[in-house]
């Protein structure tokens, strides 16, 4: 496989930075997979999204990862963002992908992991195919409880995390979930919908994912990966098997 390094400018005038992966086999045009991060992270996912573009590679499709503004190699304020932003953003991050000569624009997939999915639901885009793993249907109350008493609706939030990474959000961030009805959303997509979700997620409880299921349009599927958390570890390889073959027939 080969790597580039891509990146385009959003409706902010602010550089998104990814990285595409291109498979070993060459074509002139390849199936495709946007992967989407989560909150407070960036395009690797923690090394998840590495790996994930490596397996999509061996079985023949091209995908890219980008950081959202304010994270990774973005430019922007990451504590002036909202779910508004990121959906916006991840529009803008499609379109560029719509438009690359080597990618096939009937075949483009979608995969939300964590905040991701409700980026990628509030889109409601018009792809072939469509992952959500850890989904949180209802993110404003399960991040209240993730910050805790670092919870500020007024003014700053902050966040520090186990491994000593802060994250700030604004006020913004907050009162832009009431513009967003997820449930609502979600039924405006169709397409096929693979949900996956670890049985011992201790940040975002599986009803989240059953809220999604039940108000998405078949045909849709759901996976509870057993000993897996938030981060599907430390079952990831069962993950990208699961994934991967999953992409290859939908696409």
Request: glycine letters at 8%; aromatic letters at 8%.
């Amino acid at each position: 496989m080969i790597e580039n390094k891509v990146s385009v400018i959003s409706k902010f005038k602010e550089k998104l930075v990814g990285i595409q992966t291109v498979p070993s086999e060459k074509k002139s045009k390849y199936p495709t997979v946007v992967l989407t991060h989560g909150f407070g992270v960036e395009k690797h996912e923690g090394g998840m999204f590495d790996q994930l573009a490596e397996k999509l590679a061996d079985v023949g499709i091209l995908s890219y990862r980008f950081d959202f503004s304010g994270r990774g190699e973005s430019e922007g304020n990451y504590s002036k963002s909202s779910l508004s932003k990121m959906k916006s953003e991840l529009s803008t991050i499609l379109g560029f992908v719509q438009s690359q000569p080597c990618v096939d624009k009937h075949r483009i997939g979608i995969l939300g992991q964590s905040f991701g999915t409700p980026t990628t639901v509030t889109l409601a885009p018009k792809v072939k195919a469509i992952v959500l793993m850890g989904s949180t249907s209802h993110p404003k109350e399960i991040l209240i409880k993730l910050f805790g008493n670092g919870y500020n609706p007024d003014g700053i939030s902050v966040r520090t995390k186990s491994n000593g990474q802060i994250t700030h959000m604004g006020p913004q961030f907050w009162k832009d979930f009431d513009n967003h009805k997820l449930l609502e959303s979600i039924k405006k997509i169709h397409c096929p919908i693979l949900f996956i979700h670890g049985e011992q997620d201790d940040k975002v409880p599986i009803s989240e994912m059953e809220a999604y299921y039940q108000n998405a349009n078949p045909p849709k599927e759901k996976i509870i990966i057993k000993g897996a958390d938030h981060g599907l570890r430390p079952h990831r390889d069962e993950m990208y098997e699961i994934v991967s073959d999953w992409f290859k027939k939908q696409l």
